[in-house]
Nanobody, 125 residues
Framework: QVQLVESGGGVVQPGGSLRLSCAAFGRTFSDYNMAWFRQAPGKEREFVAAVSRIGVDTYYPDSVKGRFIISRDNAKNTVYLQMDSLKLEDTAVYYC??????????????????WGQGTQVTVSS
């Protein structure tokens, strides 16, 4: 099973930017679709972004489309989430997830069988 470690969270003002990183250990990174999910207090976990195994295809919900960019570097076993124009409602714990699949990445969390510990992102004025 791949192991995932997120970093890069923090506190930022509305309109600001953050870049999250997720390093993978233990398995062949390019065998996995990768995704970011988030969970705010009192809310269900929400899909944020996904990228296919070789990084060609990316997927976003409307809530972050145009503001967030997911990318991956298979040579470094790392996936990134660039978050721009952050809003108060982006405040959440952000989780990196891995799905061992030869198909397109899923937006549903139950397809992902490896998760990081989460990193807190707080957008506050």
């Amino acid at each position: 099973q791949v192991q995932l470690v997120e970093s890069g969270g923090g506190v930022v003002q509305p309109g600001g930017s953050l870049r999250l990183s997720c390093a993978a250990f233990g398995r062949t990174f390019s065998d996995y679709n990768m995704a970011w999910f988030r969970q705010a207090p009192g809310k269900e976990r929400e899909f944020v972004a996904a990228v296919s195994r070789i990084g060609v295809d990316t997927y976003y919900p409307d809530s972050v489309k145009g503001r967030f960019i997911i990318s991956r570097d298979n040579a470094k076993n790392t996936v990134y989430l660039q978050m721009d124009s952050l809003k108060l409602e982006d405040t959440a714990v952000y989780y990196c997830a891995a799905e061992r699949s030869f198909g397109a990445p899923s937006e549903f969390d139950y397809y992902y069988n490896a998760w990081g510990q989460g990193t807190q992102v707080t957008v506050s004025s």
